[in-house]
Structure formats: C-alpha cells, structure tokens
C-alpha cells in the first residue's frame, strides 16, 4: 500500500481540486537499476460538464483530497515485483490523482458554486513537486494514464517531454483513452455533447494543443482522434476496440437508447443481437481509421485488442499474468516495454470480435 503525498504549495499557485482542496499523488521509490527512471500514471476517472455534476463530484475523492483513500495497492504497471511488472518495477512510480474532472486540463472557476476549475496548474504543481524530488535528473521517463488520464496523458505528452533536457529518453503511454467522437445508437452525438459541457463549463481552450485549435473548434480538440498526429513525443496507444466504457457512456447512452434495448448487451457483450454486433463492428472500423496515419511513424506504438474492456495496464489480470490478453502471442506489459525501449516496433490490431480468445473481457451485473 502506498500512502498519499498532498502537494505542498499548491494551494499558493491555486492548483487546487473540485472543491480548493490540495491535489495529491502517491509515490513508490524506485531502486536499483531504476533509481533514476520515472514513470507517471495519471489518474482517471470520468469528468464533469455540468455545475450539478461538478458540484456532486466534488463530494467524492474524485473532486476532493478530503476524500480520497490515504493508502492505495500499486499493481499492474505501478507493481514493484519483476513477476507482475517486468520492465518498470524498480521504477519511480507515481500515481496522479484526478480530481479536477477535465483531465487535469481546466483554468477557470465558478464562485457561485464554489468549484474550482484547475485541472492544468494540478498537472503543473504536480510536475514541479516532483522535479523537485529527482525527477529532473532522470534519465527515463515515461508519462502514461488509463481513460480521463489516458486522454490528459495524450494532452500532455508533449509538455512532459519538455521537463526534460534532449538526453532524457521520454516516451507516453494512452490506456483506454482513445475516446472516439462517434455517433450514438439514436443517430445523435453523446460523446461529442458531452465534451462540449466540459471544454466549455472548465475553460479547457485555452489549454489545448494549438496545433489543433487553429483549424477545429475546441470540443474536437479535446478528442485524441485530433490530436495523436500532431503529437511530436513518441506514443503508445492501448485500447480495446469495444472499449466498454464507450459502448456504454457514449455510444448507447440511456438518452440515446430511451427504450433499452441495448440494455443487456452494454452489460455482456453474448447478449448483444447480430444488428448490434454489426454497431459495434463498425465503431471498430472507426477506430482503426483513427490511427491510421499515427501508426505509420516508426516511434509509435499501437495495441488494439478485440476486447470488451476498459483500462489494460493498471489491472493485474490484463497487464501481465499467465493468461493476459495478448496479440500473436505477446501481451501488454512486453509490447508496451519491447516499445518503451526500442526493442522491437509494435503495431498491433487484433482481428475482430469474436476471433480472440484471450480477452479478460468485462461482464457487468
């Protein structure tokens, strides 16, 4: 268990939760012949694009330190045992806890209701504390997240690589965060309706890529499909093609889905018809599109498995264990680590559902 480390001085920067609470992270010192690497997991865990839902969030550890656990279990990624984390065990490793609900990209605020929008100067303080701590003297460093923090590693990955000097090998790893701006089972834009309150409610223009808000509205530029072209460090994208997350929040949302009917496949994708099925295909074949031209520059790295699954790298059973998922034969953990140090490129896309039988796919009740 790992203890919980408030950022001291971030309140005098306003780098602030939800609720002007001080924004946190837990850290496990590496040793050995990782004593000098760093890796960073940015926390997810949803947003909120509303002053109803941001005033409720800010009752939870995700809009409040007063909330969250003082101790959490590092696995997957952040274990510190070689037979659960081959490449990074002995790392630095430092979970960022999200709790701004704009993956750590918001400046603003809302004094009537008392919500803070900080989600860029949390991303700040936090990088500062720990440059201060020996980061800036690390010769490896890689900045990953799972879902909302999947998205903000892919938002910030160009501003980690500039923390540190050329001779830094820096490298950022996307989990779950390919959020796709797609069409909903009732014809409309969810997802995209979504992001809009978001960006809009959190002043989150401001901190995007400007590569991209030259040429496209802000809520476009909050979604990766936008993004991942025009980001210069190297990238790993690791996603599952039927993310469950999007098939339930995004693309059969219970306002798009008013009568239910995709009520028992969001839950278990057997009991999903053949027209859903064919739904489901095609946001696949979306995806894949997505990335295209991002797979074609050798220093990225891809891994889309035909799974219903949502966050691979931070979960024990999927990120390495005797029967993790895998393509062609290799899982997360060793594609991610065979990329991280150049051992081998790695593009791969699993054939589609229902082909691979390796998935840890996730039945919800």
């Known amino acids: 268990m790992v203890g919980l480390t408030l950022i001291r001085g971030a309140a ?6 939800l609720d002007g609470t001080r924004p946190g992270y837990h850290i496990h010192r590496g040793f050995g012949s990782g004593a000098n690497s760093w890796l ?7 947003w909120c694009n509303s002053i109803r839902s941001c005033v409720y969030r800010k009752t939870t550890r995700r809009g409040s330190s007063t909330h969250m656990e003082k101790q959490i279990p590092f696995t997957g990624i952040l274990s ?12 630095n490793r430092i979970k960022v806890r999200y709790c701004d609900g704009a993956s750590f990209a918001g400046e603003g605020e809302d004094k009537v209701a008392q919500l803070q929008f900080r989600g860029q100067r949390i991303w700040r303080a936090a990088m500062e504390d720990l440059m201060s701590k020996g980061m800036h003297s690390a010769d490896r ?5 799972c879902s909302a923090g999947g998205l903000a590693s892919i938002l910030h990955c160009d501003e980690f690589r500039e923390l540190f000097p050329s001779s830094t090998k820096v490298k950022c790893l996307s989990d779950a965060g390919l959020f796709m701006d797609s069409i909903d089972v009732s014809g409309g834009h969810s997802m995209r309706n979504f992001f809009a309150g978001v960006v809009n409610l959190q002043g989150v223009a401001k901190n995007l890529p400007s590569m991209c808000t030259r040429y496209r509205d802000p809520t476009s530029c909050f979604f990766p499909q936008n993004l991942i072209d025009n980001v210069k460090t190297p990238l790993f994208i690791l ?32 009991k999903c018809s053949a027209s859903q099925i064919r ?14 031209s991002f797979a074609m520059s050798g220093q990225n790295g891809l891994f889309i498995n035909s799974c219903f699954a949502h966050c691979q790298s931070e979960r024990q059973d999927t990120w390495f264990a005797d029967d993790s998922p895998a393509i062609g034969n ?10 991280y140090f150049d051992r081998t490129g790695i593009k791969a896309i699993d054939c589609a559902y229902p082909c691979d039988k390796t998935c840890h796919n996730l039945v919800f009740k």
């Open 141 to 145: 460093a890689l900045l990953s997240g």
């Open 40 to 46: 960073i997991q940015l926390e997810g865990g949803g």
């Open 279 to 292: 739904f489901l295909q095609a946001f696949r074949i979306r995806m894949l599109n997505s990335v295209r």
């Open 12 to 17: 005098a920067q306003g780098a602030v939760c």
């Open 80 to 91: 510190n045992k070689p037979e659960e984390n081959p490449d990074f065990f002995n790392w």
């Open 239 to 270: 996603n599952a093609a039927y993310d469950s997350w999007q098939v339930q929040a995004s693309l059969a949302p219970p306002a798009a889905d008013p009568h239910g009917t995709w009520h028992d496949c969001k839950l278990n994708h057997a």
């Open 330 to 339: 290799k899982g997360i953990a060793l594609a991610v680590g065979d990329w």
